[in-house]
């Protein structure tokens, strides 16, 4: 029986003085698992293959990015409009989600480097004539956006007074209401667009409107990148390390490649890999 | 007026969420909600008085109808329904072509079919349930003048029913202002597609969601003044004397 007692405390005594030299060590590097927060699916960044597994361009590359900062990465899925306040209420640690840099934003999380920015572009059915820079003709049409994005603040911005604008929970009913007929018009982030809308063919039933949209930066900001809570800016500086990474030897390029056939990147200056 | 203005700008300065461009999104949605909710109680009512009787009429054919319609209609949640308005229309070839389709383009009118549908099978059941509860005393009096059914239903039982209806009818009424915060998922700008969009736009739920929470509290408290001081009125004789 006091055998049992003594081993006990030699057990706990080691466990407790593993527990505090782990301490010690760990005090430099407190984020060794992280979980990130996704939205899902927002394909080809991420989606679910046949088994349930998430894959996609920012899954792959959000692996690559914690590889590359010696951190244990776990995914999170968070539906869209929940995505910065689960942020807040430490649900997880960073948010890599095709999240744009905003003004808005920046009040509540801090942002990586961007690592990538895509346009976005208007969309209608091939037959219809619209001219999207003349503002006259566009009075009483009907544009569908998904509520809360950039794209929303554009076109309330822009198109306000004009537009009858149509705020959707997700980006999927917006592509149901224009398929329908409810919509004359939608304004959608390319890769969503490039993905639920057939319109890059000639023969395709709708169309891009006018060029792509990528300015003013005061809305559609400088590119995606991951968010993290203010306070931590240590892990914020270990992904931007990992992101100057991927773009200087060509991993970001071969990523892209393997997910997109149109440029996305955003390459990260010298200045603010050099930090 | 300008003094009025000059107020409330001062009230909003320093406030990043509650400025006049969102507080007018809140009065556009509090206008929706108020028109959405009226109109589908108005219909609904003209809807469940008729039904109500037929409710309870001796003939099958038209009895089983009306109940199955007002079980599918209480068996599913309204949002159900309100996408199955919404988005299964479109299901039918050619609508995009036809007459109905100025209808059911805007969100609004199918809004309005789904819940005047839904609150029309629940009024219908209030009032079936009143209707029944007819006491057996004034029907037998009413024989015995000789009235025709008809007139009977007229003059005796449907007064009677709606007065006895009046408690449980407030309660629906206050209901489908809660339930109509759903119309938000098919782009209405109700009151809570204006909270959803200051939400969104601000990343600031606590802020927008409770302030909209007042809005709906301010609404329920004026119907529950309106029907108390209807059943104060309608079912006096119901107090005891003096009370």
Redesign the interface.
Same mark, same amino acid.
């Given at each position: 029986m006091n055998k049992w007692i003594t081993s006990a405390l030699i057990v706990g005594g080691l466990l407790a003085s593993q527990v505090s030299s782990q301490a010690v060590a760990q005090d430099g590097d407190k984020h060794d698992a992280i979980r990130l927060g996704i939205d899902v699916p927002y394909e080809p960044f991420v989606m679910r293959d046949a088994d349930g597994q998430l894959e996609g361009f920012e899954i792959d590359l959000g692996n690559e990015l914690c590889a590359r900062a010696n951190l244990d990465c776990s995914w999170v899925e968070q539906s869209w %409009? #929940?995505i910065?306040?689960g942020l807040l209420a430490r649900k997880y640690d960073a948010i890599l989600s095709s999240m744009a840099i905003t003004p808005?934003?920046e009040r509540?999380v801090m942002f990586s480097l961007p690592y990538y920015n895509t346009p976005s572009v208007w969309i209608t059915a091939r037959d219809r004539d619209i001219d999207i820079d003349d503002k006259d003709s566009l009075k009483g049409l009907s544009v $569908?956006v998904q509520? #809360?994005t950039i794209r %929303?603040?554009y076109v309330t911005q822009e198109y306000g007074d004009v537009l009858d604008i149509?705020?959707? #929970?997700s980006s999927q009913d917006v592509v149901?209401?224009l398929k329908? $007929?409810?919509l004359d018009l939608t304004f959608e982030d390319f890769p969503i667009a490039n993905d639920a809308i057939d319109f890059r063919k000639d023969d395709s039933p709708y169309k891009q409107l006018g060029d792509s949209i990528k300015t003013p930066t005061s809305i559609f900001g400088k590119g995606a990148a991951m968010a993290f809570r203010q306070r931590d800016k240590d892990l914020a500086a270990k992904f931007d390390k990992a992101i100057c990474e991927v773009y200087a030897d060509g991993t970001f390029d071969k990523l892209m490649e393997q997910y997109f056939d149109y440029d996305l990147s955003v390459r990260p200056s010298e200045k603010d890999c050099a930090k | 007026m300008e003094q009025l203005s000059g107020w409330f700008t001062e009230l909003l300065s320093g406030n990043l969420i509650f400025t006049a461009n969102t507080l007018s999104f809140y009065w556009d949605g509090l206008v929706t909600t108020v028109q959405l909710v009226f109109l589908c109680l108005l219909l609904g009512l003209v809807l469940a008085v008729p039904l109500a009787i037929g409710r309870g009429s001796k003939r099958r054919w038209i009895k089983l109808p009306i109940y199955a319609y007002t079980y599918v209609f209480r068996g599913t949640p309204l949002l159900i329904q309100l996408y199955l308005v919404y988005y299964g229309v479109v299901f039918f070839d050619g609508i995009q072509d036809s007459i109905f389709w100025v209808v059911f383009k805007q969100a609004f009118f199918p809004a309005l079919i789904a819940f005047t549908l839904n609150t029309a099978a629940y009024t219908t059941e209030i009032f079936h349930g009143a209707i029944k509860n007819t006491a057996k005393g004034e029907i037998e009096a009413a024989r015995a003048y000789g009235m025709s059914r008809k007139l009977m239903m007229r003059r005796i039982i449907l007064p009677s029913a709606f007065r006895r209806a009046l408690p449980a009818y407030g309660n629906e009424v206050i209901f489908m202002l809660h339930a109509s915060a759903v119309a938000s998922v098919v782009t209405i700008m109700d009151l809570t597609g204006a909270a959803y969009y200051v939400y969104a736009r601000f990343y600031a739920p606590f802020q927008a969601f409770i302030f909209v929470a007042l809005i709906y509290l301010c609404l329920t408290f004026s119907i529950m003044f309106v029907f108390r001081k209807l059943e104060k009125r309608l079912l006096a004789h119901l107090r005891p004397l003096g009370g």
């Open positions: %409009d #929940g910065i306040p808005e934003r509540q $569908g509520r #809360g %929303d603040v149509h705020r959707y #929970g149901n209401d329908s $007929g409810r | -």
